[in-house]
């Protein structure tokens, strides 16, 4: 929303809900925020929390109607939502406008994975699968952050391979870069292997957790794990029980992640599934060797072939070897820095930023063919950004 050039496009987002770690980031004259969001609309904690009855009901019934006055008054040209929540609300929303702007759908994560978590049993899981891919096949494009996942949700859901779009997470390195060289508070003082993530099932810190305590590493290295989530008291206990507890450092949110990435030894990310993964192209930026899961989605375009130690999920022996090896051998992880910096220049904030900008023009000129209208060679289209919880959709207009 800040970096799109506003000669072109006029980009708001609208929001459930004013909350969330990054929102001091955001210009707030740009956002418009649901009447009374922060009574109904409190999406903190594990996905599957959503489905209590009173808080699932109350958002299938409020959400829509709040997305569909926001974009009812600005009428923009494009509407963009982010991750399957937002899609459906914002399906419903669109489902009866007389004058319906252009859709896009982005999904950054796997929704197979995220709806089997979620779901409380199997006829909900039929349910809400069913109604992802009914709302995802009305959008006029699905946009997806890694090539794995653009291919993969044709058939797990079905979609038309036409309406596929792929534009990967950006990292912005001129910021990083500078971010890397800031100070750190709380780091132990001795060597250390990092992790970041959300405290949850997806991020499968319980995994990293027993493979930290099978390599031995734990002798030489703290395993310093960024992020809050619902399972911090569990992993506290498990780390606890394996003997490593006073080696385990739980840090919290931190606003700046690429400091620490910048000094660890190593960084591991164990997840179970990911969209793209983010995390993994930042700590390359900062120079942090990455341990990975071959998890479905994202991995084809972060790995660098000959350098990338990739072990299977949910496997605490193959991440133990691979921790133990990597923190065992100073000189390749040395090499894997140096690659890792080559590499990362590819998903630079200016490319991708290129690619929405084209994405909007292609979608609003279509949108306005659609509607009769004479498209403009280049259109001001809007743009949603992720908001709290991971729930907004984002719009402009022209």
Known sequence: ?????????????????????????????RVVVAADGEAH????????AQYRPAKLLGSIARGPLAFRRMIAERRPDVVMSFLKGTNLLTWLALGQMRRRPSWIAREGNNVLEVIR???????VETMSLGLTRRAYARADAVLTNSSDMCEGLVGDLGLDPAKMRMINNPVDLAEITELADGPISGAPNR????????????????VLIRAYAMSGVWRSHTLVILGKGSLLGPLHRLAAQLGVGEHVQFIGFVANPYAWMKRADLFVLPSRWEGFPTVAAEAMACG???LMTDFRFGIRDV???????VVAIDDDAALAAGMAALIGDPHRRARMRAAGRAHVPRFALEPMLDGY??????????????????PEPVSPVPALLEGAAGESPAFARE
């Open 1 to 29: 929303m800040k970096k799109l050039d506003r000669q072109r496009f006029d980009v708001r987002m609208g929001l459930l809900r004013a909350a969330g770690p990054y929102l001091d980031q955001v210009d707030m004259d």
């Open 41 to 48: 609309f409190n999406f903190d904690g594990p996905n599957s």
């Open 117 to 123: 978590e979620e779901a409380p049993n199997r006829l």
């Open 191 to 206: 060597p250390f292997i990092l992790s970041a993530g959300r405290l949850e099932h997806q991020k499968a810190h319980d």
């Open 288 to 290: 942090a060797p990455l």
């Open 303 to 309: 790995a660098i072939r000959d350098e990338s130690v």
């Open 357 to 374: 900008a084209a994405l909007f023009d292609e979608i609003a000129v279509a949108g306005a063919a659609r509607r009769g209208k004479i």
